[in-house]
């Protein structure tokens, strides 16, 4: 049997090379996993700090980066660690949770700050809307459940959902009507009307699929706005979208409708 003649220049493939290739296709054929959500967890208590760096790390999408005992260790395990998701104690010696989320939020460069969920024991205690409006992603009350513990982290790794949001609104509204600051409507001037009528409603703490039946479209239309809301007005999500529509008065306290 003769074989086929080689056509000239054509080098024969060595065995290496075969195998790389193979080994190529092969990797292309799988699909990557996604990176573990980097967590870092900061509590001065250390049986809850390390009772929430354990309960994270059972989570095979979780990975805990580090933990710290007071503000400014948290901010300095931040800058080392880079985390996503940072679990934050209002009440800590040193400097206090508030102060750390500012320090953090105030990072220049080109990674994004970490989401800052506050851990707190009271569902209305001024020190969490303080933290909210220093860049805070949301809060959850120290007696969760583990599971709510896992989803909470999971929604604000992902950047989407406000966390608790029937409680955070009342929240923010009720420190809005203690410590009422003058309304300032002209932050939102750069806001169509259909834009402007998003942020009221996500103000009342309405999910996507509460936007889209409100509004009559699409959850896909639903994102879109929000992420125009959100990039024209400097927010990084949605519990900073809820505070500014209370601080400029688009939504009154206790009002129960837009300004």
């Known amino acids: 049997m003769t074989t086929p003649e080689a056509t000239p220049g ?10 790389a290739k ?49 503000g400014a260790e948290a901010v ?7 985390p ?24 220049a460069g080109p990674a994004q700050p970490p989401r800052v969920l506050i851990l707190t024991t009271f569902d209305l205690d001024e ?15 120290k007696d969760v459940t583990a599971e709510r513990l896992f989803d909470a982290v999971r929604v604000v790794a992902a950047g989407e959902a406000l966390l608790a949001p029937g409680v955070t609104r009342r929240l923010i509204a009720e420190f809005a009507r203690l410590k009422p600051r003058a309304p300032r409507r002209d932050a939102l001037a750069v806001l169509t ?18 936007l889209a039946g409100r509004l009559h479209v ?9 992420s125009r809301v959100l ?12 505070v500014m529509a209370y601080e400029t008065g688009l939504v009154v306290p206790g009002a129960g409708s837009s300004a």
């Open 127 to 141: 020190h969490v809307y303080d933290a909210l409006i220093a860049g805070a992603s949301g809060f959850l009350l």
């Open 22 to 70: 193979t080994n190529a296709a092969t990797a292309a054929d799988v699909p990557t996993q996604p990176r573990p959500v980097r967590i870092v967890v900061a509590d001065d208590h250390e049986v809850v700090r390390a009772g929430y760096a354990g309960l994270l790390a059972t989570q095979p999408d979780f990975t805990v980066v580090g933990t710290a005992r007071d």
């Open 231 to 242: 990039s024209k007005l400097g927010l990084r999500d949605r519990t900073q979208a809820v």
């Open 218 to 226: 699409g959850e896909e239309t639903v994102k879109t706005h929000v």
């Open 193 to 210: 009307p259909r834009e402007s009528e998003v942020l009221r409603l996500l103000a009342e703490g309405l999910s996507n699929p509460e």
């Open 76 to 82: 300095r395990v931040c800058r080392e660690q880079r």
């Open 84 to 107: 996503d998701v940072v679990l934050m104690d209002v009440r800590m010696p040193v400097s206090d949770g508030i102060q750390a989320t500012a320090e953090l939020m105030g990072d």
């Open 10 to 19: 054509d080098a024969p493939e060595s065995a290496s090379e075969a195998v």
